[in-house]
C-alpha cells in the first residue's frame, strides 16, 4: 500500500513555476481511484506513518515544518487538515488561521503577522491561508491594498512581481534556516464550490459555514484564478514547492496532502536522538534505584 501512496504526489507537484498552466490540472482527478473505502484505508496508514516521523521531528528537535493551504472557499481546507494531522502528537503541531489583518497588522510590512507564528524547531506549523493572500485577495480588491498605508511612491505597477520576489527571498531564507515548506493550492471547481454552498445553506447545522461575502467572492472566480496561476508560476520553487491539489472529492485531496507531508519529512533524515556513553550510565543508575525501592 506503500508504494501507492508514493505515485499519489508527483502529477500535482510544481518544482518550478515558470510555464505553469492551472487548467492542466482536473479539480476532478482521482487517478483512478474509484473506492472512498480504499481511499480512507492508504489514508489511515499514511496517518500512522505520519505519526512516527512527527515523533522524530520532535525529538530531534533540529527542523521544522511549515504546511501552507490556499484555497477558494468550501474547497475543504479545514477538513483536510483535520484529517491528515489526526494522528499528530499537538503538542508537535500549531495551526494558525488568517483572516482579515487587524489594525496592528495593518501598521507593519505583509510578512509581520505570519513571521510571529512560524513554527518552532521540532514542530509543524500550518498556515491556513497565509502570506499569499496579499497576492491573491489583495490583488483581487485593489481597495484591500489602499488600506495598508504603504507610501504611494512605493506602489507601482510592478507591485505584484516586487512581492513575489520578496516571498521567495523570505523562503529561502527560512529554509536556509531550517524550516522545510510545502504549499497547497485546493483547486475545487465551481460547479463543486456551488454545490457545497448549496449543501450549506439547506442543512441548518452547517448554515454558520455560509457567509453572503462568500458568494461575493464567487463573483470574482475568473479573477481569482489568474492571480493563482500567476502565483504558482512566480513563486513554486524547489525549496519551497506548490502542490496544486485536486479538491473535487475531499477523500483524494486528504490522500494527496498527507502523502506530500510524509514524503517532506521523510527528506530530512529525522532520528531519535542518540544516547551518550555518560547519560547511559546514568540512566543505568536511575535504573538501579527504581528497582531498589522497597
Known amino acids: 500500500m506503500a508504494k501507492a501512496r508514493k505515485e499519489l504526489t508527483k502529477p500535482f507537484l510544481v518544482p518550478e513555476g515558470k510555464g505553469f498552466n492551472l ?12 473506492s472512498k473505502e480504499k481511499a480512507e484505508d492508504l489514508l489511515a496508514e499514511g496517518v500512522k506513518r505520519l505519526t512516527e516521523l512527527q515523533d522524530k521531528l520532535y525529538a530531534q528537535d533540529h527542523w521544522a515544518l511549515l504546511l501552507i493551504f490556499q484555497a477558494m472557499d468550501a474547497a475543504g481546507k479545514d477538513s483536510t487538515i483535520e484529517h491528515v494531522m489526526s494522528g499528530v502528537n499537538p503538542q508537535g503541531c500549531q495551526v ?3 483572516k482579515g489583518p487587524s489594525a496592528e497588522e495593518l501598521d507593519h510590512d505583509f510578512l509581520w503577522r505570519t513571521s510571529r507564528c512560524l513554527p518552532e524547531r521540532g514542530r509543524i506549523g500550518i498556515f491556513n ?10 490583488r483581487v480588491h485593489p481597495a484591500f491594498l489602499a488600506k495598508q498605508k504603504i507610501p504611494r511612491k512605493l506602489v507601482g505597477k510592478d507591485i505584484w512581481k516586487e512581492r513575489f520576489e520578496d516571498i521567495n527571498a523570505y523562503e529561502r531564507y527560512l529554509t536556509r534556516n531550517g524550516v522545510a515548506i510545502r504549499k497547497f493550492f485546493l483547486h475545487v471547481s465551481k460547479e463543486e464550490q456551488k454545490r457545497r454552498f448549496l449543501a450549506r445553506l439547506a442543512e441548518p447545522d452547517k448554515n454558520w459555514k455560509f457567509s453572503a461575502a462568500d458568494l461575493g467572492e464567487r463573483d470574482h472566480w475568473e479573477a481569482y484564478m489568474e492571480a493563482y496561476e500567476d502565483m504558482i508560476q512566480h513563486t513554486s520553487t524547489r ?15 486528504r490522500l494527496v496532502v498527507a502523502q506530500a507531508v510524509i514524503e517532506a519529512l521523510e527528506s530530512l533524515d ?16 536511575c535504573k538501579k534505584k527504581l528497582e531498589a525501592e522497597k
Not at 239 to 253: C, E, G, M, N, Q
Not at 270 to 285: C, N
Request: glycine fraction near 4%.
Open 129 to 138: 491561508r497565509s502570506y499569499y493572500e496579499e497576492v491573491l485577495v489583495v
Open 96 to 98: 494558525f488561521s488568517f
Open 23 to 34: 487548467g492542466k490540472i482536473d479539480p476532478d482527478e482521482t487517478l483512478g481511484f474509484r
Open 270 to 285: 529525522l532520528a531519535y536522538p542518540v544516547v551518550s556513553e555518560e547519560q547511559q550510565a546514568e540512566l543505568l543508575a
Open 239 to 253: 525549496h519551497a514547492p506548490w502542490l496544486v491539489v485536486p479538491a473535487d472529492h475531499k477523500w483524494f485531496t
